[in-house]
């Protein structure tokens, strides 16, 4: 809007100053509503987005869900822990005095030890020192004394093996004659039953068999008969 030339200088600043404000609250109102018509559009579109999902509504999301890993061929496993062994509580041999007729008891649980605990003697030799360490009186102390005593004098160990020293074993401390003396008791009345049970005639029984070396069924079977009380 043109003023006319000859307006007041004050006027005319006046009338710029009232039409630039008017100008810009023209373009407030305009940029105003603009922003009104946008916001109104976006919630348009987000209120129809919102229709539809309800309408239909998306499958449930499967979770991702690794695989479990491989072990790779080349990783080996550690080795499992060993066993642990229980041994069972073994009893040393009774100490020996030399007397014959426990000489075969005696030996009997000097080899029933080494066999259930072999891995504590290194070689024989241990065996048998072991063995007359138990030899602690009587014949079988002298015999242990004159062994060492032949060690003394020659510097060699008179017993290398273990079936060396069960052979001098038997030689020394089992009965002389014990098969000419369990055949002579099978031959005679001395093994018969008397007063004892039949369990202790039964073992006594089988012990004169072995030593006499009776095999025969048909002559044990008469011999037991013929030890048991006539009663049975």
Known sequence: MSLPSD???????ALEYLQHHLQELTERQHVSENNINSTLAALTVQLQQLTQLVANPPPPAVPNTPPPPVPSPLVSLPPAPPVQRTRPKLSCPPDFNGERHNGRAFLNSCSLYIRLAL???HNEQERILWALTFFKGGRAAKWSK??????????VFPIQTWGDFEQQ???HFFPANAEADAINALEGTSYHQGNRTVDDYLDSFQALVSDA?????????????????LGI
């Open 169 to 171: 074993f038997w030689l």
């Open 146 to 155: 004159n062994v060492f005593r032949q060690e003394a004098d020659t510097g």
């Open 213 to 229: 070396g009776y095999t025969d069924p048909q002559t044990l079977v008469v011999k037991f008969r013929r030890g048991l009380r």
């Open 119 to 121: 891995e504590q003697f």
């Open 7 to 13: 307006t007041p200088q004050g006027i005319a600043d």
